[in-house]
Structure formats: C-alpha cells, structure tokens
C-alpha cells in the first residue's frame, strides 16, 4: 500500500477532535462540579451566618483573602478576618436574624478563579424591644478554588442601600 499524505491529515484531524470532543466532555463535566461546589459554599455561608458559626465562616475564606466592609479599613488574612467578624457579630442574648437572603445576580469562572455580585436582604429582631430592623445592599467578591479543590473566598467587599 502506497503512503498517501492526505491519508495522514486526516487522520490527524479526526484524531484531533476526538481528543478536543472529550476535553469538552471533561470542562462541561467540572463546570457543574463547580457550579455545585460554589452553590454549596453560598448555604454553607448562609447558615454559618444564621446560626452565628464563626468557626465555618473562617473556613470559607482564603488565607490570604482580604475583606472590604464598608467604613473600614481593608481587613488582609484570615486571622484578621476572623478576628474583625468576633469583634462585630451581634450578642445572641440582644440579637435574632430572622431572614437573610443573598441573590447572586452573576457568576462567571475563569480556571481557578471566579467572580461574582449580587443583592441581600436581611431582617434582625430586637430580643428586648421586638423591634425589627431590615438591611439591603450589594456584594461583590472573587473567589478561588483552593489546592484541595474546593472553592473558598478570596476577596469580598459589600455596602448597604
């Protein structure tokens, strides 16, 4: 049998998109594994909040993340971070979150990073008084898958209505 030269293009380029056919197989595949991993890191959030689980709420975070509250100074590492969420949660005994909901408006992942903005509602009671107090604003934040693979947060910065 006689080489033929286009014999071998083609099969090159058959061989080729075999090979890009499951590469996208495979992105499409880890694109709902992050989905779900970013989901999953939005309710553990939110009821680490609820339940005032300041423990959980450290996990979520990078190391080297870096917290922007508003009328305050950048808040670097989760020592820090930590320290500052101590310092301003609410007194359980004064205190009861009765709603908090965050809508992410978008989210978009490039490799290991992600970015995302959204919108939340929250309604704190008064255990003394039983007056309530309702909060709004915007959040945006960035995060990053970390090297166990899950997705931690690496930036947050939010401000209220």
């Not at 056919?21 to 959030?45: F, N, P």
């Not at 939110?46 to 922007?68: C, F, H, N």
């Amino acid at each position: 049998m006689k080489f033929n030269p286009c014999h071998s293009k083609l099969v090159c380029v058959f061989i080729l998109m075999l090979f890009f056919m499951h590469c996208r197989g495979l992105l499409t595949h880890q694109d709902e594994v992050d989905k779900a991993q970013i989901k999953k890191l939005h309710s553990t959030e939110r009821d680490a909040i609820k339940d005032q689980d300041y423990e959980t709420l450290q996990s979520l975070w990078m190391e080297d993340g870096v917290m922007l509250p508003p009328d305050n100074s950048p808040i670097r590492g989760i020592k820090a971070i930590t320290e500052w969420n101590h310092a301003h949660k609410p007194e359980p005994s004064m205190v009861e979150l009765i709603q908090l909901d965050q809508d992410i408006q978008e989210s978009q992942r490039f490799g290991t990073w992600a970015f995302e903005w959204g919108i939340y509602e929250s309604t704190v009671q008064m255990i003394e008084t039983g007056d309530t107090l309702r909060s709004s604003g915007k959040m945006m934040r960035i995060l990053q898958k970390d090297t166990d693979g899950t997705w931690k947060i690496a930036r947050s910065m939010w401000n209220e209505n």
